[in-house]
């Protein structure tokens, strides 16, 4: 569970509480601010499932990106000089 999921499972719970507290006082305020905290809940809670799932996918994937790169002159420029992969100097 990723910190997203904590928070939003925190936000729908206190969303709740805040819902039935304003329904038992008849408070329409209470009531609208919980629903929106639980509505905020369920997004977070989403969006750190959706975390998971794509490091999930990451995590479990068998591609392995590897790039190499080599330069080498074909006309290098005058005064230049060229080394071979040992280090030694080429004419």
């Not at 994937?61 to 040992?86: F, Q, Y």
């Amino acid at each position: 569970m990723n910190r997203d999921q904590v928070k939003g499972a925190i936000d729908e719970v206190v969303g709740s509480a805040k819902r039935a507290a304003g329904d038992l006082t008849g408070n329409t305020r209470l009531q609208v601010k919980g629903m929106a905290q639980q509505v905020k809940g369920k997004v977070e809670g989403a969006w750190g499932n959706a975390k998971d799932a794509v490091r999930d996918a990451v995590e479990n994937t068998d591609v392995h990106i590897e790039t190499h790169v080599k330069l080498d002159w074909k006309n290098p420029p005058a005064g230049s000089e060229r080394t071979n992969n040992s280090g030694t100097r080429k004419p």
